[in-house]
């Protein structure tokens, strides 16, 4: 299985996903700025990956800061850096206030080695939750067919989880049982479909194609897709669903043409704080990763940019929300 971070007695490693898929690389992560920059860069990305990379990071930090017992504002501070390095996906500052409760002014010096253990309990809760997840997504799914043309968006895999991963868990499933054919959008601006996920289910053999964005629509009329998986990367208490932009519109297309639309998350995505979603913050990431690919321009330099990086799917149009506690349907109303 892939691994998208690496822990191991204080030595943390990830791979590089912005080189994907010509270059499968891991590196080391020294400090937490290093693992912002990550998270920001997007060399780790994916919901559940980045809230235990967040927790990583906040390990890091403690163990850098505790030569500091005078000043215990400075771990504050980089708590708060770290929470921050992407605003949308609520697992990173459900991470970071996990390490909240367990450090102080008083205890942080003498218990650091608590974050690291609770690093490593995050990353098995989820890889737990994502074997759950794929049972649940088997049993809503499955009625017996004989083959299924599943359409799914951005990379909800092992690079974006620690395990097999949530909508692409639930696929890969399937895929042990019946044949799948899944068409994956390649998810502009920053290419996650095309470079990440075709990468994924090609390694695990599973029959693939890739189209554009633009294709969707098509694609579902004239290769009659059977239903459309996603992640999230926060969901309200009433089900609305932020995910990697481009999701809204294929749940509009999903309700067009009277097909499933399955949202995938463990219950660490969900964000019991907000009750609908206007209420989420979605990040606006820079112009650069719409003007250029790969470094290579394609839009005038003096081209004004809205690029959000998130858009959110109402809970009207969303069929089914699977987690590792089960099959959610409408009406939704989370609770702790």
């Given at each position: 299985m892939i691994e998208a971070i690496v822990i191991n007695n204080k030595q943390v490693k990830i791979i590089d996903q912005t080189l994907l898929p010509q270059e499968e690389k891991y590196f080391e992560i020294k400090d937490y700025q290093q693992?912002?920059?990550?998270?920001?860069?997007?060399?780790?990305?994916?919901?559940?990956?980045?809230?235990?990379?967040?927790?990583?990071?906040?390990?890091?930090?403690?163990?850098?800061?505790?030569?500091?017992?005078?000043?215990?504002?400075?771990?504050?501070?980089?708590?708060?850096?770290?929470?921050?390095?992407?605003?949308?996906?609520?697992?990173?500052?459900?991470?970071?206030?996990?390490?909240?409760?367990?450090?102080?002014s008083k205890l942080f010096l003498s218990e650091t080695d608590v974050l690291w253990k609770k690093a490593l309990e995050l990353a098995k809760q989820e890889k737990e939750a994502s074997n759950l997840m794929a049972e649940h997504g088997v049993e809503e799914i499955f009625q017996g067919q004989s083959e299924l043309r599943i359409l799914t968006h951005c990379n909800t895999g092992s690079l974006a989880t620690y395990g097999e991963g949530t909508a692409l868990a639930v696929i890969k499933a399937l895929s042990r049982i019946i044949k799948v054919t899944v068409w994956v959008d390649e998810t502009r601006p920053l290419l996650q479909g095309a470079r990440l996920t075709m990468w994924e289910l090609i390694k695990e053999g599973i029959e693939c194609y890739l189209i554009s964005d633009s294709m969707a629509a098509h694609t579902i009329k004239t290769k009659q897709i059977d239903l459309i998986i996603t992640g999230a990367d926060r969901i309200t208490r009433n089900g609305d669903s932020a995910n990697k932009i481009g999701t809204l519109v294929l749940s509009i297309l999903a309700n067009y043409y009277n097909i499933p639309f399955y949202i995938v998350a463990p219950t660490s995505t969900i964000d019991y704080n907000l009750e609908e979603g206007s209420q989420i913050n979605i990040e606006e990431r820079d112009s650069t990763e719409l003007k250029y690919i790969k470094g290579v321009q394609i839009a005038p330099s003096s081209s004004k940019v809205f690029n959000p990086a998130f858009d959110v799917v109402d809970n009207q149009l969303i069929t089914a929300i699977i987690s590792e506690k089960g099959v959610h349907k409408a009406p939704y109303d989370f609770k702790l």
């Open positions: 693992m912002i920059e990550a998270i920001k860069k997007l060399r780790i990305r994916g919901a559940p990956a980045i809230g235990i990379a967040g927790l990583v990071a906040s390990a890091l930090a403690c163990d850098e800061f505790q030569n500091y017992p005078q000043d215990f504002s400075k771990l504050e501070k980089a708590l708060t850096e770290i929470e921050n390095a992407r605003p949308t996906a609520v697992n990173l500052s459900y991470a970071v206030n996990i390490a909240r409760k367990y450090v102080s």
